[in-house]
């Protein structure tokens, strides 16, 4: 698993060639969403399955800014996908796990309904740098933990990093 996931990685740097910030935030995305999955103790399965799928969750952002003229949340959920299943499937992933990431990717900014601690984590992880990164404001902040954050390691990560 740790092989794909360096493939994976490698990929992911070869696709966002030349777009440092891009690299730079989904590695940051998946430092943090592997530890708050061991720290939840999360099935290997699960955690392999979050690591993929927070290496390659913006990849939809690079079309989405060339058709849309925006990286916005709801275009990276729509375009995403596709970029994914043609990047995954090119590594030799198998279908119904390629699935799986694609949902994740297609709903990485939809905030209701989380369903499970993939997800959960996922959205978490992608706060957790987004809010440094775009300079949010601590009321913002503040108010994205208490709706948006669910576990216990996700929660305990924001109060160290962010102290409101």
Excluded: W
């Excluded at 935030?25 to 720290?39: E, G, Q, S």
């Excluded at 399965?45 to 058709?67: F, N, P, R, W």
């Excluded at 404001?137 to 933990?145: D, R």
Aim: aromatic share 10%; with cysteine; charged share 25%.
């Amino acid at each position: 698993m740790a092989k794909k996931t360096v493939e994976t990685i490698n990929a992911m740097v070869e696709y966002f060639h030349g777009d440092a910030k891009r690299i730079q935030h989904f590695m940051k995305v998946y430092t943090i969403a592997k530890v708050l999955a061991i720290n939840e103790k999360l099935p290997d399965d699960m955690l392999y399955l979050l690591e993929i799928t927070a290496v390659t969750h913006d990849i939809g952002i690079k079309v989405s800014e060339q058709k849309y003229g925006s990286a916005d949340g709801k275009y990276q959920e729509q375009e995403g996908p596709a970029e994914a299943e043609k990047l995954l499937s090119g590594l030799g992933f198998e279908e119904e796990f390629i699935d799986k990431v694609c949902y994740l990717i297609a709903n990485h900014h939809t905030y209701k309904g989380i369903d499970n601690k993939v997800h959960s984590i996922l959205v978490e992880a992608d706060f957790l740098v987004n809010i440094y990164d775009d300079h949010i404001s601590p009321e913002l902040a503040k108010n994205v933990k208490e709706n948006i954050f669910h576990t216990p390691s996700g929660i305990k990560m924001f109060e160290e990093m962010y102290p409101c």
